[in-house]
């Protein structure tokens, strides 16, 4: 059975969340390993975006705290962190539609965070495509 975009966004988090965590206990990984724990399958799609928010994370997060009111993405729970650096990292540097990377991000987030932080992703997103 095919799996869906929407599913894979889901163990992207999980993967990004998991070696959020593994970064900061200290702990040795190797992303390869860590996406074919979540992963049954060879994915690209997966790949693209895990090896995307790792490299460009810094950016993310400025891009984020730029657009945060009073705010700083590190004062967000680690899966709401994993679910905007997603969602800009996927309006800025893929081809899925704006409003598909968007849809997709507020769905993780009403699923794995609470309301209030489901509204900061909403906001940032919607700014950073209203700005393009």
């Known amino acids: 059975m095919a799996v869906t975009r929407s599913e894979l966004r889901e163990k992207i988090m999980t993967i990004l969340y998991q070696i959020e965590l593994y970064q900061s206990n200290n702990i040795e990984y190797n992303i390869d390993d860590v996406i074919k724990e979540n992963l049954d ?41 994993e679910i905007l650096r997603m969602g800009i990292y996927e309006i800025k540097y893929t081809e899925t539609p704006d409003l598909v990377a ?28 209203n700005e393009e």
């Open 41 to 81: 399958i060879e994915n690209e799609f997966v790949k693209d975006i895990v090896y995307g928010v790792i490299t460009y994370k810094d950016e993310l997060d400025e891009i984020a705290n730029n657009h945060l009111a009073n705010w700083t993405i590190s004062r967000l729970d680690s899966m709401g962190r």
């Open 102 to 129: 968007i849809n997709e991000a507020l769905e993780l987030a009403k699923k794995y965070s609470d309301d209030s932080v489901r509204k900061m992703i909403n906001a940032v997103l919607d700014k950073l495509v």
